[in-house]
């Protein structure tokens, strides 16, 4: 069983920076693939980024590349997500989760078995 706990998120205005970080607990997630997700209001839940086991592979929704960058620390069982140039539209719930399955690179929330609470991110105009 693996814990996730997601911090960093907040208030903040538009062209502001954020950093998230997740927290992993209960088992060692270094061979697995991690991910952030974000679900604004009245919306589905969609991938912004992915990084594979050793950070050698990621992935970033077109809405959020050049701005956000994800890495991780296995070290620290410990994800990050930088955001910078936040625009309102980057209003979220934003939950990081790690994948199911060892080795494997994949950006679909179904292949994810384990996420955290999440954490609100709110960026004012």
């Known amino acids: 069983q693996v814990h996730l706990v997601e911090s960093g998120g907040g208030l903040v205005q538009a062209g502001g920076s954020l950093r998230l970080s997740c927290a992993a607990s209960?088992?060692?997630?270094?061979?697995?693939?991690m991910g952030w997700f974000r679900q604004a209001p009245g919306k589905d839940r969609d991938i912004v980024a992915a990084?594979?086991?050793?950070?050698?592979?990621?992935y970033y929704a077109d809405s959020v590349k050049g701005r956000f960058t994800i890495s991780r620390d296995n070290a620290k069982n410990t994800m990050y997500l930088h955001m910078n140039s936040l625009k309102p539209e980057d209003t979220a719930v934003y939950y990081c989760?790690?994948?199911?399955?060892?080795?494997?690179?994949?950006?679909?929330?179904?292949?994810?078995?384990?996420w955290g609470q999440g954490t609100q991110v709110t960026v004012s105009s």
């Open positions: 209960g088992r060692t997630i270094n061979t697995y693939t």
């Open positions: 990084i594979s086991w050793n950070g050698g592979n990621t």
């Open positions: 989760a790690v994948g199911g399955r060892r080795w494997y690179f994949s950006v679909v929330s179904t292949e994810y078995d384990y």
